[in-house]
């Protein structure tokens, strides 16, 4: 997410002529979105990052289930 951010304020800094980045060449740019392209659909697949991130949301989900479970057990 940071790389997206970087690259929609590194766009929008050229279009504006904003300081140095009036001279930034636009396919630095563009190769900047290419490579985030080329991560967020092959690299981060082919590491298992994708399904990891998606393992550790559904683990916090079953702990934060199991501690209300417990908190409610504790009262009765």
């Given at each position: 997410m940071p790389?997206?951010?970087?690259?929609a304020a590194l766009c929008a800094l050229r279009f504006f002529e904003v300081w140095r980045f009036a001279?930034?060449?636009w396919w630095s740019i563009v190769a900047l979105m290419v490579f985030a392209f080329?991560?967020?659909?092959?690299?981060?697949?082919?590491l298992g990052l994708d399904k990891k991130k998606e393992h550790n949301?559904?683990?916090?989900?079953r702990q934060t289930r199991v501690k209300q479970a417990?908190?409610?057990r504790r009262k009765t």
């Open positions: 790389l997206i951010l970087l690259i001279d930034l060449p080329v991560w967020f659909e092959f690299i981060e697949k082919a949301v559904l683990h916090h989900h417990f908190a409610k």
